[in-house]
Structure formats: structure tokens, C-alpha cells
Antibody, heavy 120, light 111 residues
Framework: QVQLQESGPGLVKPSQTLSLTCTVSGGSINSDNYYWSWIRQPPGKGLEWVGYIYNSETTNYNASLKTRVAISIDTAKRQVSLRLTSVTAADTAVYYC????????????WGQGTMVTISS | QSALTQPASVSGSPGQSITVSCTGTTSDIGSYNLVSWYQQYPGKAPKLIIYEVTERPSGVSDRFSGSKSGNTASLTISGLQAEDEANYYCCSYGGTATYVVFGGGTKVTVL
């Protein structure tokens, strides 16, 4: 079955750029039915949608992050990437990669998440 | 502040039924039948348990059910079991301005 695995640095300095990768295995990454998403969860807090990419190039982002975030996809490597610039302590969170399927209109598959701490 | 409002906590005894509410606006829950619910255990990734307001994915217990009235969606857990103790999040499509909005989460405690 489809599995998602996030990877990237666990510690990023303030004002620098956070970069994460999600590797998709066991299923198609190319389908027009899938919106590849990033969702984050600060420690002890709720879920926050960051953004998604679909049709290989169309992106939508959370308005509060729009000026700092970019999501891209490399179908050959089967990877979805997240870049978040000018990070602060408020960006400290577990970052999840998730698939939003138009079959369910919901996030039906999630990665295990990766903790990113913003600190000098 | 989350876009969708959930109670911070709900509790019940084993065997009872409980309901978790999720209140939005006419821009999200009130306009679209695209509400989903997720169950999350501490330290684990969320799991989809309800989609499109009332639908259950394959493998999810039929003790979980969803509904919607106006701007408020609800998750009902019937025959409450110890394993249902977890955090629950609602989510809705929010139109082309917001796209995706989550609730703040509800901790369900089995007494």
C-alpha cells in the first residue's frame, strides 16, 4: 500500500530556510486525483494545513504562510518537497506529509511526521 | 486561533455515546459537504475516520458516525471503548480563499 516518509533536518536556525522531503512508495504519485500536502502540528497544539500541490505544478497555500512557503514535486524521484523561508520559533512543529484523495475528499494517507525545531 | 471551533475535551463512560461538535461558518462547513474527521493518538500521525461528512473508510469501526447541520458538523462515537481515548480533529474545505481548515482538536477521555 502507499506509504509516505518525511525526511530532513531536525534543527534549523532562526531566519534560515526549512527544507523537507516526502518520499512516496507503493503507489502512483502522478494521478490527477491526488493532492500532495504538508500539514504541521506545533508541540501540544492542533493541526495546521500548510499547503498542497496537484496536477504536478498547481499549488495552494495557507494564506498565513503564503509569502514564505513553496511546495514542489519530482515525479521521477517520487518526492514532494517543502521549503519554508525566514523561519522563527513559531515554525517549530511536527511536519506531516499527507495525501488528499479526491476519492475521499480527505487526507487518507499520512506519513509518520518529522519534528523540526527552530533554535540557534 | 483555529478556523473551526471544537470543545477542548469530551468524556464518557465505557458503553456510552458521546458527540464532538465542530462549528464553522457559511464559508466552510455551511457551504460544502467536505467535512472529515481524524483520530490521533499521542506521538502518532492522524488517521482518517470520517470523510464527506458521513462516510467511513474501509476498516473504520461503525461505532464512528458523522453528521452536519448548518455550520456545525458532529462526530458521534457510540459504545465508547477505552481504545477510543484520543484526540479528534475536524477538517473542512474552505473554498478558494482558505482551501483547508482544521478544528483545534478535542481530547476524548474514557472514564
Amino acid at each position: 500500500q502507499v506509504q509516505l516518509q518525511e525526511s530532513g533536518p531536525g534543527l534549523v536556525k532562526p531566519s534560515q530556510t526549512l527544507s523537507l522531503t516526502c518520499t512516496v512508495s507503493g503507489g502512483s504519485i502522478n494521478s490527477d486525483n491526488y493532492y500532495w500536502s504538508w500539514i504541521r502540528q506545533p508541540p501540544g497544539k492542533g493541526l495546521e494545513w500548510v499547503g498542497y500541490i496537484y496536477n504536478s505544478e498547481t499549488t495552494n497555500y495557507n494564506a498565513s504562510l503564503k509569502t514564505r512557503v513553496a511546495i514542489s514535486i519530482d515525479t521521477a524521484k517520487r518526492q514532494v518537497s517543502l521549503r519554508l523561508t525566514s523561519v522563527t520559533a513559531a515554525d517549530t512543529a511536527v511536519y506531516y506529509c499527507a495525501r488528499l484523495s479526491s476519492d475521499h475528499d480527505a487526507f487518507d494517507i499520512w506519513g509518520q511526521g518529522t519534528m523540526v525545531t527552530i533554535s540557534s | 486561533q483555529s478556523a473551526l471551533t471544537q470543545p477542548a475535551s469530551v468524556s464518557g463512560s465505557p458503553g456510552q455515546s458521546i458527540t464532538v461538535s465542530c462549528t464553522g461558518t457559511t464559508s466552510d462547513i455551511g457551504s460544502y459537504n467536505l467535512v472529515s474527521w481524524y483520530q490521533q493518538y499521542p506521538g502518532k500521525a492522524p488517521k482518517l475516520i470520517i470523510y464527506e461528512v458521513t462516510e467511513r473508510p474501509s476498516g473504520v469501526s461503525d461505532r464512528f458516525s458523522g453528521s452536519k447541520s448548518g455550520n456545525t458538523a458532529s462526530l458521534t462515537i457510540s459504545g465508547l471503548q477505552a481504545e477510543d481515548e484520543a484526540n479528534y480533529y475536524c477538517c473542512s474545505y474552505g473554498g478558494t480563499a482558505t482551501y483547508v481548515v482544521f478544528g483545534g482538536g478535542t481530547k476524548v477521555t474514557v472514564l
